[in-house]
């Protein structure tokens, strides 16, 4: 039976992805220098966990420039695009190497988005696994008055799966959820509100 990969913020192409630096403001966000040097290892590192036939969902901001859309191409998988901020050529250039272009998608109670949704629209699902934030992860806000302040724990609610945090190449869909549960997160919707898919 085909696995089921998540990924995102591949960033194929993207010179300007080898100088991100987290927020200390020194160290690298990745460990290459060359965008053609990352790409390769990307490309490698994807192959050898994914098969032809696994189905992988890449979480948006999967290429920078036109030039990178043929690196695609060599990825193995049955691939599905939830388009991020920086998908943003016509969808014809991106169904050469994607089987569908989605906004979101729910599987088992849990909503797959680029960017994190915003908390009240989470309701009935028990996590967001998204991307965008690279190397960051959103953090449980506390109110005190009228004023917000982020707390040091993680929102268990939202789980990245930026390639940051994947060893820079899609993640079995079942380590997620081991991953989700281990921050003590809840796997699957709500309260029973909807199919289990």
Do not use: Q
């Amino acid at each position: 039976m085909p696995a089921v990969f998540l990924v995102s913020d591949t960033h194929f192409g993207h010179a300007g992805v080898c100088r991100f630096t987290l927020n200390d403001g020194v160290t690298k966000m990745r460990p290459w220098t060359d965008p053609d040097e990352m790409d390769e290892e990307m490309v490698r590192r994807w192959n050898d966990k994914v098969r032809p036939n696994d189905k992988v969902y890449h979480l948006g901001d999967v290429v920078i420039n036109r030039r990178a859309l043929p690196t695609l191409a060599r990825l193995n998988g049955d691939k599905v695009l939830i388009r991020g901020n920086h998908d943003i050529f016509r969808d014809e250039e991106y169904r050469k190497y994607f089987r569908e272009l989605r906004a979101y998608h729910v599987m088992n109670g849990m909503i797959l988005s680029h960017i994190p949704i915003h908390e009240e629209s989470l309701g009935r699902f028990g996590v967001n696994i998204h991307g965008h934030l690279h190397a960051n992860r959103v953090m449980k806000k506390t109110r005190w008055g009228n004023t917000e302040h982020f707390d040091e724990s993680i929102d268990t609610r939202y789980h990245c799966v930026c390639v940051e945090h994947t060893d820079f190449a899609p993640i079995l869909f079942e380590d997620v959820v081991k991953r989700i549960e281990a921050e003590g997160g809840s796997v699957g919707f709500k309260n029973g509100n909807g199919p289990i898919m």
